[in-house]
């Protein structure tokens, strides 16, 4: 038997694949990285003794595990260097070097990682290599690495700091100039700056810029490998850059697509200044007057100190760190207080001292103060000498300048005298005192007291009316320009004089008082009955009353008139003082000395009652027949121990020969009021439902009155009361608060009908 054997060759698969990874770059914490911009070759080694052309090895590839996974490849058609390639995932630069046959060649992958490759963290990763040809058929076979690696594409920069002022990372506007330095290194996932992991490829960064809170501040430096920057003195001023918070970030261009990065990393900087929100003057006795900004002390009363709050302007908080503040005294520059404010506080206090020089005797002298610098703390421990820091008073937020008014023994008024002299007028049992009032201005702002003393000449004890007596408050106003001296003896001689005090104790000399040396001697005289009239609007003195027979030079409003009338007697005082009234000119009060005609009918007698130790009011009624345009008049009866007698006008000038209380009576003439027609009382909503909850009362008042509004049922039983003799001024359409169909209680009423009542009194 003859066997034939036939040996054929087998095709079949690539023989063999070879992947070589690339080291990754181990860094300083022992990790390793494949790190952007840096280039790194991966082989794959190709073995297919079958294939018999370029064109039968149609795909090398390599993939490098990822966030997202690299993967390149090429279709190789020959040897070479730098040959194209594609990536189909993930963002690298690639090229590919081929050496050897299409039977055995190894592709060289120069991977190149780019600053927007993504990033992934350390850990075992697999890297994967693989082939494919087309002889016999279809063959890919493929090639694994398990490598310890991440990637890192992006920077940040260590010791990332600010020197000098901004050392604490806060400044103030006015800032001296400071550096920004650090060194830029890989941003590695998971590292910290301790770790100083590795610096940037040498000569990957080309050139680095500072931004400032997301902007191009222009600062670059070309020296990247340790950047330093250089912040010019009141950059943040100069640049009108707000207060607050702001972050540095590092710009850099890059060799390596796409060509820029910023660093991951940031440098906090906060801007911020003191504010002083007040200044005050405490302690030390005086007047204080912050609204208007002034205040009185005496240079000889120990004790004044000055308060000072202030705060952040940003945030508006307290103080960050102990801050000095100065006081200036601009109108002595010698008397300067130091002010401390602690750290977490908004208050400091400390003492002041006197202005030096001082004021000179027996004057006041202003002084304006104002905080010129601020110092020390967080933001204010700039260069104070160099005038970078708070240290101009142009750049200190504060209240507008205290003034301090020093007061040297300085009593009220400028001069000898003290203010000027107008005169006097005596009754039997009272002196008034006229005088020109002091200025209500400074430096007599620290007026406390006008002092009156007085005594019989024949007397060596002086009696004293101060603001403090009672009965003359008035005395404590400075504005005040007159004062009568009551309860004297008719025909006497008084000596008397007035001084002032101010809150400091310091008076005018006797010298400078008033009246003038030689004019202090004055005498009372007898028994007097003076009135005053006055309609509330036009008033009438005694001596408005002296052309009794031309009433109209008297006109009045038709109104209650009201009567003061004023009796000085040398001995007892009335029990009873009544005022009676005529029509002008009727018929007399007296025949004889004894009252005519029926009360109610041919005249009218309104009672007073006593309102001062000489005075008595009361009040002509609006009622009586004669006020409608004519003309009345009226004389005083007073009553002691059941004794009549009447006074008019002239009565205490008239001798006992000639003397006719009615014979000079007190005239007015009764003016009748222009007549309105008033607008109709109306309730501008009478109905009440869910769409219109209120109805409103509105009305019309001829005159001031007094005005109550009530609502009742049906039935006339009052339900709610809106006003209740509230005061209203005359005028038109006056509109009251709604009425919600309420009860006293607050409580819903239930549907039908009710009555709104306005009724008004006349003022």
Known sequence: ????????????????????????????????????????????????PDISGWAQLTDVRLTITNATNIVIFINPSGTGTNLPVTVTSGIVNAVADISGTYNNCTVTF????????????????????????????????????????????????????????????MINPWHDSFNITGVPVYNVPGATLSDSIETIYSGEITNTLLYRSGNNTGFNDNSPSDISYTIPPQYFNNNSLPLGNHTWRIYA???????????????????????????????????????????????????????????????????????????????????????????????????????????????TQSNTYRIKQISGGTYGGDDIINGNGQNVASRIQQPVNPIIYWDNEDPPGSGTPFTAWIGHSATADSLTLNWQPLANADPDRDFYSYKVYYKQTTETQYKIIDRSTSGYASLSNPTTGSVTITGL??????????????????????????????QRTLGTLAS????????????YD???????????????????????????????????????????????FLSGGVLQGVEGIDYYRFSTIKTASNEWTGYIQEQIPWMNGNSIKFII??????????????????????????????????QTPTQFTPWPTRILN????????????????????????????????????????????????????????????????????????????RA
């Not at 080291?23 to 952007?36: I, K, V």
């Not at 060799?255 to 200044?273: H, K, M, R, W």
């Not at 006497?492 to 009246?515: C, M, R």
């Not at 039935?715 to 038109?732: E, W, Y």
């Open 110 to 169: 120069k991977v190149t990682f780019r600053w927007d490759t993504p990033e992934s963290a350390f850990g075992a990763k697999t890297i994967i290599g693989s082939a494919t040809t087309t002889y016999p058929a279809n063959n890919t076979k493929t090639d694994s690495r398990s490598v310890n690696y991440g990637v890192c594409s992006s920077f940040q920069i260590l010791n990332f700091a600010q020197d000098g002022v901004a050392a604490d990372g």
């Open 253 to 363: 261009a890059m060799q390596t697509a796409p060509g820029f990065e910023y660093s991951s990393n940031t440098l906090s900087i906060n801007c911020d200044e003191v504010e002083v929100t007040s200044i005050e003057f405490i302690n030390g006795g005086g007047i204080s007057n912050p609204p208007l900004h002034y205040y009185y002390r005496s240079v000889t009363q120990p004790g004044t100190q000055v308060s000072i709050t202030a705060r952040m302007r940003n945030g508006l908080g307290p103080m960050v760190g102990n801050v000095t503040f100065i006081l200036e005294n601009i109108t002595n520059p010698n008397d300067d207080a130091t002010i401390v404010i602690a750290h977490g506080q908004t208050t400091g206090i400390a003492n002041l001292n006197f202005p030096n020089p001082l004021p000179s005797a027996h004057t």
């Open 686 to 761: 009478n109905v009440i439902d869910d769409n219109h909850p209120y109805a409103y009362p509105a009305y019309y008042l001829t005159d001031d009155a007094y005005v109550t509004i009530t609502v009742y049922d049906i039935k006339g039983r009052p339900v709610s009361k809106i006003l209740d003799t509230a005061f209203r001024k005359g005028g038109q359409n006056i509109k009251e608060n709604g009425w919600a169909g309420v009860n006293k209680a607050n409580k819903k009423l239930g549907v039908g009908l009710y009555y709104i009542h306005i009724y008004a009194k």
């Open 489 to 518: 003896i008719p025909l006497k001689n008084y000596d008397i004089y007035i001084t002032a005090i101010d809150v400091f104790g310091n008076e005018v000399q006797i010298a400078d008082a008033l009246p003038p040396v030689g």
């Open 637 to 670: 009866e007073t009553i002691l121990n059941n004794v009549h007698t009447y006074s008019d006008y002239n009565s205490e000038s008239e001798t006992p020969a000639t003397a006719n209380p009615d014979d000079q009576p007190f005239t007015v003439s009764i």
């Open 1 to 48: 038997m003859l066997l034939a054997l036939s040996f054929n060759r087998a095709h079949s698969t690539i023989a063999s694949i070879g992947l070589t990874p690339a080291n990754p770059t181990t860094l300083s914490n022992g990790l390793s990285y494949y790190l952007a911009g840096i280039t790194y070759s991966f082989t794959v080694n190709v073995i297919d």
């Open 542 to 588: 005694d001596d408005s009353f002296a052309t009794f027979d031309q009433p109209n030079l008297r006109p009045v409003r038709k109104t209650n008139l009201r009567v003061k009338v004023f009796i000085i007697s040398a001995y007892n005082l009335p029990d009873t003082v009544n005022i009676l009234v005529r029509p002008y000119p009727g018929t007399d």
């Open 528 to 539: 007097t009955i003076r009135i005053q009239l006055t309609d509330g609007i036009t008033t």
